[in-house]
T-cell receptor
């Protein structure tokens, strides 16, 4: 069974710190990788996508992909209280669906 | 572009009834996927439609069904509702032509079965 694993958290960081969120996946054939942010009571919002090994930066967010280790991570620099949310890792296994992890709750304290 | 829209936003039904949820994708997006989200199971894939054809289906009973219309709008139906069907139902659209499979979610329909 294709799985995406995330630490459920909560991950607590102080304002201004770097938050590091991790995700592992089981299907080696996975092609595309995504991070979604979901605020309580809202729907998931796509914040990062990554398709090849290495780092991809977008503002305060950096996604890292290591296909050999089947590992994806999201770094949030200069964390703000408004970043407090659940972060969902999603993997495309090679066809037109996404498999989601259960998410990591991030709490950023002022 | 307008985002994905879903109607209704909230729904309360009684066990045994059926329900139909609607989703309008982002303009130009021809793929629509449906997910069920519960606190215990997270986001679980229901099915995906492209050009009015179901391309993929998740591991849900036959009570869950869907369809897509020629304008890419999609509906999902749940028959003989059970208490365990209470969940947030999310629709996501994507443009497979990009090859990226980035999915954009609507606001969801919160279904409560009593």
């Amino acid at each position: 069974q294709k799985e995406v694993e995330q630490n459920s958290g909560p991950l607590s960081v102080p304002e201004g710190a770097i938050a590091s969120l991790n995700c592992t996946y089981s299907d080696r054939g996975s092609q595309s990788f995504f991070w979604y942010r979901q605020y309580s009571g809202k729907s998931p919002e796509l914040i990062m996508s990554i398709y090849s090994n290495g780092d991809k930066e977008d503002g305060r967010f950096t996604a890292q992909l290591n296909k050999a280790s089947q590992y994806v991570s999201l770094l949030i620099r200069d964390s703000q209280p408004s970043d407090s949310a659940t972060y969902l890792c999603a993997v495309n296994p090679g066809y037109s669906t996404l498999t989601f992890g259960k998410g990591t709750m991030l709490l950023v304290s002022p | 572009k307008a985002g994905v829209t879903q109607t209704p936003r909230y729904l309360i039904k009684t066990r045994g009834q059926q329900v139909t949820l609607s989703c309008s994708p982002i303009s130009g997006h021809r793929s629509v996927s449906w997910y069920q989200q519960t606190p215990g199971q997270g986001l679980q894939f229901l099915f995906e439609y492209f050009s009015e054809t179901q391309r993929n289906k998740g591991n849900f009973p036959g009570r869950f069904s869907g369809r897509q219309f020629s304008n890419s709008r999609s509906e999902m139906n749940v028959s003989t509702l059970e208490l365990g069907d209470s969940a947030l139902y999310l629709c996501a659209s994507s443009d497979p032509g990009t090859g990226a499979y980035e999915q954009y979610f609507g606001p969801g329909t919160r279904l409560t079965v009593t």
